[in-house]
T-cell receptor, first 115, second 111 residues
Framework: DGGITQSPKYLFRKEGQNVTLSCEQNLNHDAMYWYRQDPGQGLRLIYYSQIVNDFQKGDIAEGYSVSREKKESFPLTVTSAQKNPTAFYLC??????????????FGSGTQLSVL | SQQGEEDPQALSIQEGENATMNCSYKTSINNLQWYRQNSGRGLVHLILIRSNEREKHSGRLRVTLDTSKKSSSLLITASRAADTASYFCATAFSGNTPLVFGKGTRLSVIA
């Protein structure tokens, strides 16, 4: 089945620890995105990548880092600099690199909590 | 913020009734999209309406766009309990920028 796979579904972070959220897609999509969702809130863009080995900051990039070494993979690292990391993290992709007029395909999300 | 704003924040209706959600935005858009999210899940794309379109239909969904008022509405007709979810509008501005999401409307359909 084609789609976007996020893992793990639940993740716990200790204070001062970096954690990495995985996102893999087999849709052959060019662009990939990371969004953060807080309870009762909309989605806020963390980072996005329109092509391999390139990525851009979104609205709330501080405390996060990404890499795009392969077309199908876009992992997100939540660093210790992110002081309020508890949230639901969503990975998405679009077929084309041009974001206008593209619809997003989403993974099923990772819930990150702080111990 | 360029974020769209949905109204109402929450809506509770009986099965069989129609549900209407509204979205307002601040600047000119290229297109507007509606997404659905079941609790604890990812979002699913429902419909895209371009700035030169006024209305689109998809099954029981009807979306309208009024660019002069910078607003859109999503109508779900003959609602079912399975329609219970959060619904988000997302706006695409001119240029190569990612979608910007609103805070969503939480719809509860009571059987």
């Amino acid at each position: 089945d084609g789609g976007i796979t996020q893992s793990p579904k639940y993740l716990f972070r200790k204070e001062g620890q970096n954690v990495t959220l995985s996102c893999e897609q087999n849709l052959n999509h060019d662009a990939m995105y990371w969004y953060r969702q807080d309870p009762g809130q909309g989605l806020r863009l963390i980072y996005y990548s329109q092509i391999v080995n390139d990525f851009q900051k979104g609205d709330i990039a501080e405390g996060y880092s990404v890499s795009r070494e392969k077309k199908e993979s876009f992992p997100l690292t939540v660093t210790s600099a992110q002081k309020n990391p508890t949230a639901f993290y969503l990975c998405a992709s679009t077929l084309g690199a041009a974001t206008t007029n593209e619809k997003l395909f989403f993974g099923s999300g990772t819930q990150l909590s702080v111990l | 913020s360029q974020q769209g704003e949905e109204d109402p924040q929450a809506l509770s209706i009986q099965e069989g009734e129609n549900a209407t959600m509204n979205c307002s935005y601040k600047t000119s858009i290229n297109n507007l999209q509606w997404y659905r999210q079941n609790s604890g899940r990812g979002l699913v794309h429902l419909i895209l309406i371009r700035s030169n379109e006024r209305e689109k239909h998809s099954g029981r969904l009807r979306v309208t766009l009024d660019t002069s008022k910078k607003s859109s509405s999503l109508l779900i007709t003959a609602s079912r309990a399975a329609d219970t979810a959060s619904y988000f509008c997302a706006t695409a501005f001119s240029g190569n920028t990612p979608l910007v999401f609103g805070k969503g409307t939480r719809l509860s359909v009571i059987a």
